[in-house]
T-cell receptor, first 113, second 112 residues
Framework: DAGVIQSPRHEVTEMGQEVTLRCKPI?????LFWYRQTMMRGLELLIYFNNNVPIDDSGMPEDRFSAKMPNASFSTLKIQPSEPRDSAVYFC???????????FGPGTRLTVL | TQLLEQSPQFLSIQEGENLTVYCNSSSVFSSLQWYRQEPGEGPVLLVTVVTGGEVKKLKRLTFQFGDARKDSSLHITAAQPGDTGLYLC????????????WGLGTSLAVNP
């Protein structure tokens, strides 16, 4: 079975541009998580969804960040406008409804110049 | 705010040596997970411990959950270069096991 799929794997953009990261969770998983990882702060949970509904977005840094999950097989994380401090690796993870194990995608390395 | 502290932050050892990494908190967790992350990849689950005092073994890796469910350790026997990676612990809150609290990780390098 395919794991969590993320695209793009790498994104380089200029400050002020809009960035959209995409995620396809594992089929049948009910929860989806967006994380950001940096050396200084480690893995930070940005937002998570249960059954396509946002449950906790307290980790979203500011209004420049938004996330959607229009259906069970697709989610996006958008940054508009992007800033250099947004540079990080962004991970999407999914999880079945029962159990806490999270299955991570390969990540998107974002560089904002 | 719940925090998980991992130590050491970095560890570089020779092949064949033993090592232990620690994950500590002042909070009680309903379960604790250990993940390993390799460069360019996402974290991958190694084990979940649930019961205080529980010990689980995965080949050369031994995981222990503290009696009070506030801390955990990972011991690797006869480390191999393939063990190189970032080891992360993550605790699940008793009230919400969907939201994991993550440590910063221990970066392990095993030199041949």
């Amino acid at each position: 079975d395919a794991g969590v799929i993320q695209s793009p794997r790498h994104e380089v953009t200029e400050m002020g541009q809009e960035v959209t990261l995409r995620c396809k969770p594992i089929s049948g998983h009910n929860s989806l998580f967006w994380y950001r990882q940096t050396m200084m702060r480690g893995l930070e949970l940005l937002i998570y969804f249960n059954n396509n509904v946002p449950i906790d977005d307290s980790g979203m840094p500011e209004d420049r960040f938004s996330a959607k999950m229009p259906n069970a097989s697709f989610s996006t994380l958008k940054i508009q406008p992007s800033e250099p401090r947004d540079s990080a690796v962004y991970f999407c993870a999914s999880s079945p409804l029962r159990g806490a194990t999270q299955y991570f995608g390969p990540g998107t390395r974002l560089t904002v110049l | 705010t719940q925090l998980l502290e991992q130590s050491p932050q970095f560890l570089s050892i020779q092949e064949g040596e033993n090592l232990t990494v620690y994950c500590n908190s002042s909070s009680v967790f309903s379960s604790l997970q250990w993940y390993r992350q390799e460069p360019g990849e996402g974290p991958v689950l190694l084990v979940t411990v649930v019961t205080g005092g529980e010990v689980k073994k995965l080949k050369r890796l031994t995981f222990q959950f503290g009696d009070a469910r506030k801390d955990s350790s990972l011991h690797i026997t006869a480390a191999q270069p393939g063990d190189t990676g970032l080891y992360l612990c993550a605790g699940a809150d008793a009230g919400n096991n969907r939201k994991l609290i993550w440590g910063l990780g221990t970066s392990l390098a095993v030199n041949p």
